[in-house]
């Protein structure tokens, strides 16, 4: 059984930063490792994703602020996460693939204040 731990989230004023994290236990091969966002009312979106290999593909929302990394001998996903804007608010999900398997994090609340 996998499970995903996130830290990181919480409140911060516009233009701060933030880090998450999120470590996957469990004896698996991951694929890819990402972040998701959704806002009350709002579909889940990509943010950012990286392979095993270290390709990552940002939204363009985000492109030039977040930065996705891995740790691979740690099963560890980081979003690094700068110039918030009042739009980042949301629940911030961790995703792991492993096989054709999707495992999703609780997810960690990020709130930006003016």
């Known amino acids: 059984q996998v499970q995903l731990v996130e830290s990181g989230g919480g409140l911060v004023q516009a233009g701060g930063s933030l880090r998450l994290s999120c470590a996957a236990s469990g004896s698996i091969a991951i694929n890819a490792m990402g972040w998701y966002r959704q806002a009350p009312g709002k579909q889940r979106e990509l943010v950012a994703a990286?392979?095993?290999?270290?390709?990552?593909n940002y939204a363009d929302s985000v492109k030039g602020r977040f930065t996705i990394s891995r740790d691979n001998a740690k099963n560890t996903v980081y979003l690094q996460m700068n110039s918030l804007k009042l739009e980042d608010t949301s629940v911030y999900y961790c995703n792991v693939i492993s096989g054709s398997t999707n495992y999703w994090g609780q997810g960690t609340q990020v709130t930006v204040s003016s």
């Open positions: 990286i392979t095993r290999g270290g390709i990552t």
